[in-house]
């Protein structure tokens, strides 16, 4: 099947029109366990795409390798032309790819606007003599909060601006970390289960500040556990299982793709054996 | 019992320049463990090096006060290199064990017999304050505080340990509220979310540990230079925990904090010696002899110790919202 | 002030070979002695001067610390004492010119130095050795192999020591700087059974063993538990266990006093070719043998065993699988404490029994562990092997005041290398 994206037609590996991230052969062992085995990965330029997969199919390892946070056995990947490959996380970043975690890392202990200007790249006060130059970063400080306010109010955090991010909900703080990631107006922006234990309400609004990060012209690739959550707001998606990626192409083609269906009755199946376990020992109580 | 006298006793504790002298190891704790998180037990080494670097650079050398000075706290800046590079990648709990491991390996060399010609061994080292003293602008007479008396030495040291203090606090204060200390609150935080922002994280824990380390290099060469004595049971395991106590005592994320949690230690400390003596010389307490009020008070460190972390860890003067411990 | 501050630096001390001297020292003289009256001085350091079995008299020491200085010449029977007013390191030195004739230092050159740690304790004794050295013309290798054979004991010693701290961690992230004062109670409740009481070995080791699980347990149900409960942070358990350590410690120091106590006289000597060691090390070795197979069979053959290792693992996992995580916890401190006990006994029959036992090898016992990777006991008994090694065999090479350094450094260098220790796994990110 014929798509815009996709040089040719979308199948596992395939080349895309204009990609933004290129990897190939990349391979993580962990023991004798292999958790991603990657052959050929391509992240189209401009668009959402969504990473895909039961649990255990690699997507935060690969997530982590990608952005410098773990070492792969073996692979190379470029980002917008520039070899990536054995790069330090913050070098990754700085480059502008920035990504979330999957476990929200807000900083309790910083204010929200605090949280925010630490996402700003380019802050000569960072610099330890520079510190105490305060003319020296003034203006600067000045130029990050103004966008910090900016991104707190579009992102609906404006009223928590002085407070600590511990006092934030579970959803707030992953809003937070979303905007923080924005603060150096990176290219890609790479997001692992924005939406995990976001509730129902917040979801729709956090889709909807992905779909306008795309508006902006930002790249986005986010990870997500739950297919059809997808759907809606992805343009391509990838699924990865066991390791490997199974399928990828538009939402509507992917889902009906039996290699996906069979990855995900694959994981189904382990997690209803997962509940009937749990069910056994409480009945053995 | 003179109540008067251990008053004055105690009072005289609080403006001390061995007070000082941990209060300056503190304030360098605070930014190591307070504003980025380290877990460092070997803040006693970085003071040690400061102590026997300016001895050393004094007594072998022949250099004056600001020379030595320089060199101690390259000694202890050049540690903190050392330290930093190998062990700031482990994690906190690996990082606790591996300061506390080096710092009683380095103490163990400045005590070993071989080298005594330049670390004096097991005695120390002494008398190297001449061309710091010649300094002292003070008329040479003693001067009375209430039943203490100071000597004109002794007033000088003071004044300059707490000048120290005072300037080491300002340089602490500019530092935490600049963007450079942002970054390090956000290390304290959560270093692997500071690096995805594109900060290069081993570079800040790399300058904390050596500013919060020159700082305990100062504190050493005031704790030193009291006396003029420097002996390696000194710098044992003691030193940094009681610099733990006082940090936590005021509040590890607070530069008042060490200052007033290192006054109020030591004047407890005192006034609790002199109560204790008084009650054993009175024969109120006839399980006791004198000697082993002195081992009370180390055990009273380890009680506050273990019931500030407890139940107060944000200290005295700590936010309760911004209570020190993760993980 | 001065006492307090010139603090005592307990680890890494040089370990005063021979035996001791005991004096029913009193210090009840006044603290601050400034005035130079010896008699209201409240320290003491002493020895006897012996060649072979022959008291030498006459011979005059003198003890110096900074300014202060003191001298005493040795009586008919060869025994002096000097009286010194405050706590420290004293260089005690011979005046080689008052050697009688017929009697000669073993080392002319550095024999005629010693030092007196008086850091902690109101006595110490300082011995320095005349006569042949009967270890002169010893090659290389025999001295290897008597290094080997006496760090393999060390290490097993460590080894027993250290998978009490290793089983905590791992089931329940503590890092416990108080398990040195279990090791210090084991051997002076040791002392206690056996020497003061003087009942049979095997049941003073049993009591010992006893008091110190009794210890362990209270310690976990009165602190651990609790502070667990109030899901209180893992760096701030670490750092309530070094408060508790002190407060521990100084109460050992209370109740039982500062002097180091000899429980086993050495046991009978015998010869192994270039090792000379004695009965009771090398019942001492077996009896540590068997309880690292005990662990190893309790580990991986029973219930309990296995439950405990899956606590380690993930401890939530292990709960939703069923089993009983406090339970779990309970019975390894009841273990951890029982092995730290025996660790007690065998250190204090060999070497020698004081409030500081435990905490001088605390360091070496958290080498071991990180050595080996945080939480395995296989790792803790590797590593502990390891260090117990490098400290014996590094005195054919550094000085002997540096041995333990040496382990340390050891341990640094291996956690540049392999950050997750020898048999630790690599965790993941994120």
Not at chain 1, 201 to 220: M, R
Not at chain 2, 309 to 317: C, L, S, T
Not at chain 3, 402 to 410: M, P, S, T
């Amino acid at each position: 099947m014929a798509n815009s994206i996709s040089v040719g037609a979308a199948s596992p590996g395939c080349k895309k029109v204009d990609p933004i991230l290129v990897a190939d052969n990349v391979t993580r062992q962990f023991g004798g366990l292999t958790a991603v085995n990657v052959e050929h990965l391509e992240i189209p330029r401009g668009l959402i795409t969504a990473l895909i997969g039961p649990n255990g199919a690699g997507k935060t390892t690969m997530f982590n390798l990608l952005t410098g946070f773990d070492e792969p056995n073996s692979g190379r990947w470029t980002f917008d032309g520039t070899d990536l490959a054995g790069v330090a996380p913050y070098k990754v970043a700085r480059m502008g790819m920035i990504r979330t975690f999957q476990l929200t890392k807000a900083l309790s202990l910083l204010t929200v606007i605090d949280n925010m200007r630490l996402g700003a790249q380019d802050q000569p006060g960072e610099g330890f003599i520079q510190s105490f130059l305060r003319p020296i970063w003034k203006k600067r400080e000045a130029q990050i909060s103004e966008r910090a306010d900016e991104l707190l109010q579009r992102f609906k955090l404006d009223s928590k601006r002085e407070d600590y991010a511990a006092s934030l909900s579970g959803g707030q703080r992953k809003l937070l970390e979303m905007a923080r990631a924005l603060m150096s107006e990176p290219k890609l922006v790479m997001l692992d289960e924005p939406m995990a234990g976001v509730n129902p309400a917040l979801t729709q609004s956090l889709l909807e500040h992905i779909k306008g990060l795309k508006n902006d012209g930002t790249t986005v690739l986010f990870v997500e556990h739950d297919m059809h959550m997808v759907r809606n707001i992805a343009d391509w998606v990838i699924v990865m299982a066991e390791g490997k990626i199974v399928a990828e192409g538009p939402p509507a083609q992917v889902m009906k793709d039996q290699a996906v269906i069979d990855a995900y009755l694959g994981a189904h199946a382990d997690t209803d054996l997962g509940t009937v376990a749990i069910k056994t020992i409480k009945a053995g109580k | 019992m003179d109540f008067l006298n251990i008053l004055n006793l105690t009072g005289g504790e609080l403006i001390g320049a061995y007070t000082a002298a941990y209060v300056l190891c503190a304030l360098g704790l605070a930014m190591h463990f307070g504003f980025t998180g380290l877990l460092n037990f070997g803040q006693a080494a970085f003071a040690a090096l400061g102590a026997y670097g300016y001895a050393i650079a004094t007594l072998t050398f022949g250099w004056p006060w600001y020379s030595a000075t320089l060199f101690g706290l390259v000694c202890s800046a050049l540690f903190a290199v050392a330290l930093g590079i190998p062990t700031l990648r482990l994690r906190a709990d690996y990082l606790a064990i591996v300061t506390i491991a080096s710092s009683q390996a380095l103490v163990s060399v400045f005590g070993v017999g071989q080298y005594r010609d330049v670390t004096g061994g097991s005695n120390g080292l002494s008398q190297f304050g001449e061309s710091f003293y010649a300094l002292n602008f003070l008329p040479d007479q003693r001067i009375e505080l209430g039943v203490l008396t100071y000597s004109s030495n002794e007033i000088f040291i003071r004044i300059v340990a707490w000048s120290l203090v005072i300037l080491g606090a300002l340089l602490l204060l500019i530092l935490t509220r600049s963007p450079w200390g942002r970054v390090l609150k956000g290390i304290r935080e959560d270093e692997d979310a500071i690096r995805s922002l594109g900060k290069n994280v081993f570079v800040y824990k790399l300058q904390s540990l050596i500013i919060g380390g020159t700082f305990a290099s100062l504190g050493g060469m005031v704790f030193v230079m009291t006396s003029q004595t420097n002996q390696p049971v000194t710098w044992g395991t003691d030193f940094t925990f009681m610099t733990w106590t006082i940090l936590l005592l005021g509040g590890a994320a607070t530069i008042l904090g060490p200052i007033v949690g290192g006054m109020v230690f030591f004047a407890l400390l005192m006034f609790l010696q002199n109560i204790l003596e008084g009650l054993v010389n009175l024969g109120l307490l006839p399980f006791l002899d004198i000697a082993q009020v002195g081992q009370i008070r180390y055990l009273l460190v380890g009680l506050v110790l273990m019931l500030l972390v407890i139940f107060r860890p944000q200290g005295i003067f700590g936010n309760k919202k911004e209570m020190q411990f993760n993980g | 002030m001065n006492r307090l501050l010139k603090g005592p630096a307990r680890a890494l001390r040089v370990l005063i070979a021979g035996f001791l001297i005991f004096a029913g020292l009193l210090s009840a003289s006044p603290a601050h002695a400034e005035e130079a009256d010896p008699s209201t001085y409240a320290y003491t350091i002493a020895g006897t001067m012996l060649q072979e079995e022959t008291p030498i008299p006459g011979i005059k020491v003198t003890a110096t610390l900074g300014d202060f200085s003191a001298s005493a010449t040795s009586n008919e029977w060869g025994e002096w004492s000097i009286m010194v007013p405050e706590l420290g390191q004293y260089q005690v030195e011979i005046d080689k010119s008052t050697i009688p004739e017929g009697f000669a230092l073993t080392d002319a050159e550095t024999g005629a130095i010693g030092i007196a740690d008086l850091s902690e304790t109101d006595f110490a004794a300082v011995l320095f050795s005349f006569g042949e050295d009967t270890s002169v013309g010893t090659s290389f290798t025999d001295l290897l192999v008597a290094r080997i054979f006496a760090g393999l004991n060390f290490g097993l010693l460590l080894a027993i020591a250290s998978i009490g701290i290793s089983l905590i961690y791992g089931t329940t992230g503590l890092n416990n700087f108080a398990h040195g004062e279990m090791v210090s109670l084991g051997a002076l409740i040791m002392w206690i059974t056996y020497i003061v009481l003087d009942q049979n070995i095997l049941l003073a080791a049993l009591l010992s063993i006893a008091a110190v699980t009794a210890f362990g347990w209270s310690q976990d149900a009165g602190l651990w538990k609790p502070l667990r409960k109030r899901r209180m942070g893992l760096n701030q358990m670490m750092i309530v266990s070094i408060g508790f350590s002190i407060v521990a410690r100084y109460l050992l120091l209370l109740f039982f006093g500062g002097d180091t106590k000899d429980i086993g006289g050495g046991g009978n000597i015998i010869e192994l070719g270039p090792i000379f060691t004695s009965d009771i090390t090398l019942i001492g070795m077996a009896i540590n043998v068997i309880a690292l197979a005990g662990v190893a069979l309790f580990l991986t053959r029973t219930r309990v065993g296995k439950a405990t290792r899956a606590v380690s693992d993930n401890a939530s996992l292990a709960a939703s699988t069923g089993i009983d995580v406090e339970r779990i916890i309970r019975i390894v401190w009841l273990f951890a404490a029982a092995l730290t006990g025996l660790a007690g006994v065998l250190y204090g029959l060999q070497f020698q029994a004081s409030w500081l036992t435990g905490f001088d090898i605390l360091l070496l016992l958290f080498a071991a562990v990180t050595l080996g990777g945080l939480g395995t006991a296989l790792g803790a008994t590797v590593g502990a092997l390891i260090i117990g090694m490098v400290v014996e065999v590094s005195t054919l090479f550094i000085p002997n005041e540096l041995k333990y350094a040496a382990a340390l450094v050891i341990l640094v260098i291996i956690l540049i290398v392999r950050p997750q220790g020898v048999l630790g796994k690599k965790q993941r990110i994120g």
